[in-house]
């Protein structure tokens, strides 16, 4: 079956430069995105919260990532009308399938540390010549 490059795109190449899945694939990339689901992993939580257990992320970052997650349909903003306002973010049923994905990664990430660290600090030993037109492909 033949399809059309519109048809493609519907379906999803994210090898192919004008294909909407590549921004999926950047928000669930990026490190903030991975630990804000982390840490709605057990349910809701307020926005100070989300900043005391995302340590290194500032305010401006979070802000960021949550809009777009909610933009993205993977995170619910609910407000309650109280006295101050109270706001709290939760997973959506979307975002709750991202927690085995971005889980598997996070569980990489530690039990290969040691390995990655030692590869990072033999390379950075290592005598290498200058960047040079053979690392580029012909």
């Not at 804000?36 to 900043?51: H, K, T, Y």
């Not at 401006?60 to 997650?69: D, E, V």
């Amino acid at each position: 079956m033949v399809t059309t490059p519109a048809e493609s795109v519907l379906r999803g190449s994210p090898y192919r430069a004008d294909c909407p899945t590549r921004h999926i694939l950047d928000r669930i990339g990026d490190r903030w995105t991975v630990l804000i689901v982390g840490a709605l992993w057990d349910g809701s939580a307020r926005f100070s919260e989300l900043r005391r257990r995302v340590e290194g992320i500032s305010q401006k970052m979070l802000t960021q990532t949550l809009r777009g997650l909610e933009r993205d349909g993977l995170v619910r903003r609910t407000v309650y009308p109280e006295v101050p306002v109270r706001v709290e973010y939760t997973l959506t049923e979307a975002g709750r399938t991202l927690r085995e994905p971005l889980r598997a990664l996070e569980e990489w990430s530690i039990a290969h540390l040691g390995d990655v660290s030692a590869s990072q600090e033999a390379y950075d030993r290592a005598d290498r010549p200058p960047p040079d037109s053979t690392d580029r492909d012909a």
